[in-house]
Each structure stands twice: as C-alpha cells, then as structure tokens.
C-alpha cells in the first residue's frame, strides 16, 4: 500500500507543479517525510496522510481514492446545472463535488451581452476559454483583447475578467482549474 499511497502522493504533486518544499509548506509535513512517502519506503500515519491531502487539497477520501464511486461521471444534457441572465446563458459540463479541481462551462452571449465582471473564481485559479462562435472582447483587468473564432486565452481567473460579445451572438467554452496560478 505504500508504493501506491506514495506513487499517487507524487502524480498529484507533480501535476500541480509543486515542489517537495512547497508540498511541505503546504501540509506541514517535512520534506524528508514526503520523499520517503512517495518512494514507498514508509507508508504515512493517517494524521500524516491527512495532512498530505490538505496540502494537496483533497480530503482523505480522495487522496487514499476510498470514495465508492466510479472512476468516472456521465454529467447528461439534460440534467446540467444553468442560468441565465441579462443576454448571458450558461451551463455546467462538470459536476460539483468539494475537492474537484477543474470546471467546464459553456456560455452564450446575445449581441452586446457580456459574463460577469466581478473576480468570481478563488485565488490562484487559472482559466482557459475557447470562443467557439464569436467574436468577443476579453476584459481583463483593466484591459480588452480581442477573439474571434477558435481563438483561446488562459489567464489568472482571479482577476476581474469578463467575456463581451460584439454585434452578434457568441459562444464560449471556459475550464477553471484551481490553485495552478502561473508564478
């Protein structure tokens, strides 16, 4: 069990981009205790293993994969969380659950309809959007960017940022990833 623990430690940690000092920073765990983990050579008390997983933020559960569900989520059109308002639709491609790390929406625009403005993601967020019909205008903090068709952008989510669309309407994809802010 420790080779598996530690090999799954280490795939989470390297795809946040996290060094084995920044992991141990974050879950209070020392770096020493980390190497040995990932290398399968001891295997972490479940206070230690808890610790690793907020640091990874995760809960237990996922970090040791003990939820009972499928290794995967069939998310049906028909039951995808939406809204709209002020010409702006969207809808959820992803489900929420706590831990997740990443969310899909897509979003459409009446002629002049813009998303909101206000920073809506939590800090360190990433986001990418592909404009899959536009064009659009990308506000972002403080500064416009123009897309058309096809084009994508990947910015700090948690910046003030909302997506314009010009004399027609528009679409755009957007994922959200958490706590993998570009340094």
Do not use: Y
Not at 27 to 44: C, D, I, K, N
Not at 138 to 151: N, P, R, S, Y
């Amino acid at each position: 069990m420790a080779v598996v623990v530690g090999q799954r430690v280490r795939s989470l940690r390297e795809d946040q981009g996290l060094s084995l000092r920044e992991l141990a920073v974050r879950s209070h765990v020392s770096a020493p205790m980390l190497s040995q983990v990932e290398r399968g050579t001891t295997s972490p008390t479940l206070a230690v293993a808890e610790k690793i997983a907020d640091g990874l933020g995760l809960t237990l559960s996922q970090l040791l994969r003990l939820d009972e569900a499928p290794p995967f989520e069939i998310v049906r059109a028909d039951a995808r969380p939406q809204g709209a308002e002020d010409g702006h639709s969207w809808e959820m491609l992803t489900a929420d659950h706590p831990g997740q790390r990443v969310a899909v929406s897509r979003h459409r625009l009446e002629p002049r309809a813009a998303t909101g403005g206000a920073p809506m993601h939590r800090a360190g967020s990433r986001e990418f959007a592909l404009v899959e019909a536009g064009p659009v205008t990308l506000e972002l903090d403080g500064a416009e960017h123009a897309l058309g068709t096809g084009d994508s952008v990947i910015f700090d989510a948690d910046l003030a940022h909302r997506f314009r669309a010009g004399g027609q309407p528009a679409v755009i994809v957007s994922v959200v990833t958490a706590g993998l802010r570009r340094s």
